[in-house]
């Protein structure tokens, strides 16, 4: 049952904020709509893990900032960013008590720009997965097709927003984790240059400079707006970028210069990219022409196998450095019975791999973001498929048969003769890699990309086209984005199970 206000979907999170300033409607009453969203359709998509309703009236009752997004319902991932009062748990068993007692910085700046937090959505175990099926909680349901993925690791934030539970939702990105959901849940996500928003003051720099937070939206304008409200280095922040020059919102109505726009189909990672993931490229490359932009076929030369490794080492030195991290926070030691088998058989990698495997896998992505630069000499833009198929059926992904005796054999054994001998882990990374073969490699040079909800195939599932910019040139990003939005706009797309 809703509260009343039946145009609430209607809305993107600036839209809400401005009927709150022209008194048409109460924060409050947008609360109670966004708390029988979320009760009507969660049982179908697990999608939200904790309600904080509670705490998000009181907040309300006793008067919100008049921030840009005065109102605005907003959820939270699960996943690493504090929250005071609310259950930290990042997927895993192990972190199942865990409540935190501080706010981060970045939901401080939520706050500040008026949102109200009403709960956290669901992750898979420590983001490692471009799923979101932990065992913890479940699996997230893809709003387009109950069968299908949400994808990861912000797959219980994308799916919320596409299915009008709210409009907006926080993320993060280590992989592609804000795209990939985006693509896969046909909601607009940008992941922001490194350093752009606040990772503090519990966190300093994650998966080695990888990952960055920022939200999932239905609408570019509140992608803008919210990353004009958070932007900006908190106290001894490890990067620092300078203020931009512009406001990303004001980016949006401007019409972008004629760009020189490179496309490719080509993976950065070992793959075989589906024919419906091509035809969204080639969809793509046309309205880009449309519009006047040179679209030059070209590519970055990377060495996909090399880079995989290398990605894959750092991500398991850190694993194994975020469990020992938590053991002593929790004043005990984990066992592999604390964590999934695949998130434990990681970070047993990590733990027997050597400093200076993980020092010549920095310097690898190093060398790889440096000859990345130089090609983004010569281009404005990146233009790829976000990922290498349309959202796979809930469960592929996970590891099964002899791969998945493996992984847990090893886990019971902790033996480091057997990492040196697992085939298993290595076959479900590539298994893993081949699904998102394009969004990896620029968490490692730190750019901003985004994911666009341009096409949806036959089976009526979206698929995303992914967008690549300069090192701290967002302001290009959302120009085109703006342009995109205006010649085929999404907002009105509304999958089967929605508000």
Known sequence: MTSGFAEYSNYDGLGLAELVRRREISTAEILEEAIARIEELNPKLNAVIYRAYDSAREACANGLPHGPFIGLPLLLKDLFTQCTGMPLRSGSRFHRNYVSDSDAELVRRFRNAGAQILGKTNTPEYGLMPVTEPELCGPTRNPWDLSRTSGGSSGGSAAAVASRMVPMAHGNDGAGSIRIPASCCGVFGLKPTRGRNPTGPELQEFWGG???DHVLTRSVRDSAAMLDATAGPD??????????ECNYLEEVERQPKKLR???????FLPSTVHRDCIAALDDAVQLCRGFGHELVEASPDVDRQTGALAFLTIVCGQVRGEIELAESLFGRKATYRDFEPETWAVGLLGKHSRASDYVKAVQTLQRSSRDTARFFKDYDVLLTPTLASPPPTTGSLKASGIQAWAVKFLGELNSPGLVDALAGIDSLAQEVFRFIPFTPL????GQPAMSVPLYWNDEGLPVGVQFVGRFGDEATLFQLAGQLERARPWSDRRPPVCA
């Open 235 to 244: 106290i001894g922040a490890p990067y620092y970028l300078p203020e931009p």
């Open 210 to 212: 990888f990952t960055c």
């Open 261 to 267: 726009i490179a496309f490719t189909s080509e993976p």
């Open 442 to 445: 620029f968490n490692a040079t």
